[in-house]
């Protein structure tokens, strides 16, 4: 059985943040006021600043450890994956792509932490590590339009040029190319860490048993 102990350090502290940054920023974003949904994008992007500088803290203090290394990956699926829930709610993408880049994300968080928690060795792709990019990089896209086409002073002067980026059409190309990247590279993580799933079966049938 695992033993997680709690470390609030730096990194985890910021860990931490990120993740209860996630829930203002969905309600931000959510509301009626343009001038919350501003709001929300500036939470996001603080909340997205705390992966990379936590990252960086424990490198630099020497402050890594199992919690870190579960919760900070934890983190960012967390964050991404309400992002997109929002999204969806809003209408702005389809619900059914979203649940499964979600439902592979988390899988491969699972799988990732279990292999840190047993010290193996979890092989990442630079595919996959594409495949996240991407994710970010529509999150964003998405986010930023959708905060201007709310602002009024932005949407009158660039409404017509917001439109045509937030085209369902161009909307569903995005999340599609997003999608079936998670499928492949969710192919590829399985593959590549069978024997991380060999393990993980092993100690689940002898539970069973």
């Known amino acids: 059985m695992f033993k997680l102990e709690l470390q609030l350090n730096l990194p985890n502290q910021l860990t931490l943040l990120r993740v209860l940054l996630t829930p203002v920023f969905a309600a931000l974003l959510l509301s009626a006021s343009s001038l919350n949904k501003q709001f929300s994008l500036v939470v996001?992007?603080?909340?997205?600043?705390?992966?990379?500088?936590?990252g960086w803290a424990a490198r630099k203090l020497g402050y890594i450890s199992r919690w870190g290394k579960f919760l900070d990956p934890l983190a960012d699926k967390i964050l991404s994956s309400v992002a997109l829930l929002v999204y969806a709610h809003l209408g702005l993408i389809d619900a059914w792509m979203v649940w499964i880049?979600?439902?592979?994300?988390?899988?491969?968080?699972?799988?990732?932490?279990?292999?840190?928690?047993?010290?193996?060795?979890?092989?990442?792709?630079?595919?996959?590590?594409?495949?996240?990019?991407?994710?970010?990089?529509?999150i964003y896209y998405i986010l930023i339009l959708y905060v201007g086409r709310n602002v009024p002073v932005v949407y009158s002067n660039f409404g017509d040029t917001i439109d045509v980026l937030m085209h369902?059409?161009?909307?569903?190309?995005?999340?599609?190319?997003?999608?079936?990247?998670?499928?492949?590279?969710?192919?590829?993580?399985?593959?590549?860490?069978?024997?991380?799933?060999?393990?993980?079966?092993?100690i689940l049938h002898t539970t069973k048993d």
């Open 44 to 54: 996001f992007i603080i909340a997205a600043l705390t992966d990379w500088y936590d």
């Open 101 to 138: 880049v979600i439902a592979r994300d988390f899988l491969i968080t699972g799988l990732r932490s279990y292999a840190e928690f047993k010290d193996q060795p979890f092989i990442t792709s630079k595919t996959a590590q594409a495949k996240t990019f991407g994710q970010f990089v529509v």
């Open 168 to 202: 369902p059409q161009v909307l569903f190309g995005m999340m599609l190319l997003v999608t079936i990247s998670t499928v492949g590279t969710a192919i590829a993580y399985l593959y590549d860490n069978r024997k991380v799933l060999r393990d993980l079966y092993g």
